[in-house]
């Protein structure tokens, strides 16, 4: 798992947010490593990484009748993708990703989970899953479930958090963590508790759109940092007490086209 931390500077606008990198390799068996969340005022953000697999690659046996009307959904999902712009064509493969619960009590960190061992590289894709997730106290810090993608040797990547007010979609390059400006939607939520949406992230070239029970959001993604990496599940925490904020992810696949 690997760690972050950072500091926003402002409330509903693009901001430049200082970082402050601190890297430390754990053993592989070691537990997850702690990773800061950007809480409504202000956040630090220091990375560490120790991979934790969650993910298992989708199975090969003999489908049943429940298997595939499972496959035939999510075909007919990615359809209405193709409809709308999002992607090009169905054409690809699917991975499953394993059930994910995960606690983490601490202020404006977020923390990630590679789903593999080694690192592996992803490139345009499918996210689709169900989050649900609870703080231990109520506050207005950013907390709840997210992923990381484009994950590179240097620690750069992108983030995406899904909280309460709205979606969190953050570029980190260079130990400095900026936000990714929306090019349609508004990016706001109004969740309720207890919080819980169905989720799809989509990436397609420099085109990312976050869709929230459905409702999309378009952003663009900076044309001289690479999408294409590792790829996280991850928490951001909104708090320090108790178990902090928790996060279950359920029904996870990804979905990557053919090239």
């Known amino acids: 798992m690997q760690t972050s931390r950072f500091h926003w500077f402002g409330i509903f606008v693009l901001v430049l947010l200082t970082v402050s990198l601190a890297c430390s390799a754990a053993a592989p068996a070691a537990p997850p490593a702690a990773t800061p969340v950007p809480p409504t005022a202000t956040a630090a953000f220091t990375p560490t ?12 046996a003999t ?17 209405t ?52 997730w609870q703080t231990a106290v109520r506050t207005s810090d950013l907390s709840g479930c997210g992923i990381v993608f484009g994950v590179q040797p240097n620690g750069d990547h992108y983030a995406v958090f899904i909280d309460k007010a709205r979606i969190a979609f953050l570029m980190n390059r260079g130990g400095t963590a900026y936000q990714v400006g929306k090019t349609s939607g508004s990016g706001r939520l109004s969740i309720a508790e207890p919080a819980e949406a169905d989720i799809a992230v989509i990436i397609n070239g420099a085109s990312a759109y976050v869709l929230v029970d459905g409702v999309p959001t378009k952003y663009t993604l900076s044309a001289d940092q690479p999408s294409s990496g590792e790829f996280a599940l991850s928490l951001l925490s909104g708090t320090n007490k108790d178990f902090g904020t928790r996060c279950d992810i359920t029904d996870a696949y990804i979905w990557m086209p053919d090239n």
């Not at 990484?49 to 090969?60: E, G, I, L, V």
């Not at 489908?63 to 359809?79: G, K």
């Not at 054409?91 to 404006?108: A, T, Y």
């Open 49 to 60: 990484a120790t991979p934790k697999p969650t993910s298992t690659p989708r199975p090969t």
């Open 63 to 79: 489908p049943n009748f429940a298997a595939t009307q499972e496959m035939d959904a999510r075909l007919e999902l990615l359809q």
């Open 81 to 132: 993708y193709v409809e709308a712009g999002y992607i090009s064509s169905t054409v690809g493969e699917f991975e499953r990703i394993d059930d994910f619960h995960e606690e983490w009590p601490q202020l404006n960190w977020y923390q990630w989970w590679p789903l593999h061992q080694t690192t592996t590289n992803y490139g345009d894709l499918v996210f689709k899953a169900h989050f649900a």
